[in-house]
Nanobody, 124 residues
Framework: QVQLVESGGGLVQAGGSLRLSCAAS????????MGWFRQAPGKEREFVGG????????NYADSVKGRFTISRDMVKNTVFLQMNSLNPEDTAVYYC?????????????????WGQGTQVTVSS
């Protein structure tokens, strides 16, 4: 069983930055690829980006490439989502999830564990 807890959400003005954290309960999260998803009101949940077993294996949705960066701290069992140049279209509940696959899949059905989500609101 893996428990994931997100934190770091909040209200930020357009152009600002936020860093989300996802703390995993297991001793080591190296056996899981970690993904970040988001769900805006009235929309389906979408893949934002992910990091694989190797920290060099990252992938991002086109909408966030160049603005968002995912990293992981193996000692703290934590994954981070650094979000820069935020715009109102980034407003959503952000979720982290764990997948047993080596590379973070974009399909949410490939993830076994999910956090409770954290709200990110970007004002114009």
């Amino acid at each position: 069983q893996v428990q994931l807890v997100e934190s770091g959400g909040g209200l930020v003005q357009a152009g600002g930055s936020l860093r989300l954290s996802c703390a995993a309960s297991v001793r080591s999260n190296s056996a899981y690829a970690m993904g970040w998803f988001r769900q805006a009101p009235g929309k389906e949940r979408e893949f934002v980006g992910g990091i694989g077993w190797s920290a060099s294996m990252t992938n991002y949705a086109d909408s966030v490439k160049g603005r968002f960066t995912i990293s992981r701290d193996m000692v703290k069992n934590t994954v981070f989502l650094q979000m820069n140049s935020l715009n109102p279209e980034d407003t959503a509940v952000y979720y982290c999830a764990a997948s047993p696959l080596p590379r973070a899949p974009t399909d949410e059905r490939r993830y076994n564990y999910w956090g409770q989500g954290t709200q990110v609101t970007v004002s114009s």
